[in-house]
T-cell receptor
Framework: QKEVEQNSGPLSVPEGAIASLNCTYS??????FFWYRQYSGKSPELIMS????GDKEDGRFTAQLNKASQYVSLLIRDSQPSDSATYLC????????FGSGTRLLVRP | DVKVTQSSRYLVKRTGEKVFLECVQD?????MFWYRQDPGLGLRLIYF???????EKGDIPEGYSVSREKKERFSLILESASTNQTSMYLC????????????FGQGTRLTVV
């Protein structure tokens, strides 16, 4: 079992819709959780961090954490074509581990 | 702004060469990481360091070593480059005892021929 799992996608949504990205992790001792966005040929860029159960909102982005279910999600409201990228979930459980990413495609 | 700088954007090396990839950060971060990224495999952790002169193996350390003689610099060494080490290499750094958000360098695309 991978330590951090994501559906590889692509997840295709129309412009203006809500995109929902999901991630599960295996280590219950994991403490910190992050979402990164990576455009093709570029480095990952941090967009959200979350450390406790519940929701955290930042602009059009909402991160959700459920430690009991070992589940992290990212919602992108009013999706734009510029949001088309690969979204990486990352978890710290002593070391910083990434999922393999979900490719998001926002159709104009 | 956090700045993480990798010494080369593109690198071509021959099989059997010793290769050094350098990473420097300017934010006094304790933690530094080296990953490689391959299509379909995501970012895989090679080595990381929580302090000067400290190093920990990640998930795929075979064929690699690291050096951290100064807090701001973390070097990845390919002792004898092989074609299966052709990849994108990414360095990252973060603050704190066990790390908070990590910030990435621009990446080094290494091709071993």
């Amino acid at each position: 079992q991978k330590e951090v799992e994501q559906n590889s996608g692509p997840l295709s949504v129309p412009e203006g819709a809500i995109a929902s990205l999901n991630c599960t992790y295996s280590d219950r001792g994991s403490q910190s959780f992050f979402w990164y966005r990576q455009y093709s040929g570029k480095s990952p860029e941090l967009i959200m961090s979350i450390y406790s159960n519940g929701d955290k909102e930042d602009g059009r982005f909402t991160a959700q954490l459920n430690k009991a279910s070992q589940y992290v999600s990212l919602l992108i409201r009013d999706s734009q074509p510029s949001d088309s990228a690969t979204y990486l979930c990352a978890v710290i459980n002593y070391k910083l581990i990434f999922g393999s990413g979900t490719r998001l495609l926002v159709r104009p | 702004d956090v700045k993480v700088t990798q010494s080369s954007r593109y690198l071509v090396k021959r099989t059997g060469e010793k290769v050094f990839l350098e990473c420097v950060q300017d934010m006094d971060h304790e933690n530094m990481f080296w990953y490689r990224q391959d299509p379909g495999l995501g970012l895989r952790l090679i080595y990381f360091s929580y302090d000067v002169k400290m190093k920990e193996k990640g998930d795929i350390p075979e064929g690699y070593s690291v050096s951290r003689e100064k807090k701001e610099r973390f070097s990845l060494i390919l002792e004898s480059a092989s074609t299966n080490q052709t990849s994108m290499y990414l360095c990252a750094s973060s603050f704190g005892p066990k790390g908070t958000e990590a910030f990435f360098g621009q990446g080094t695309r290494l091709t071993v021929v």
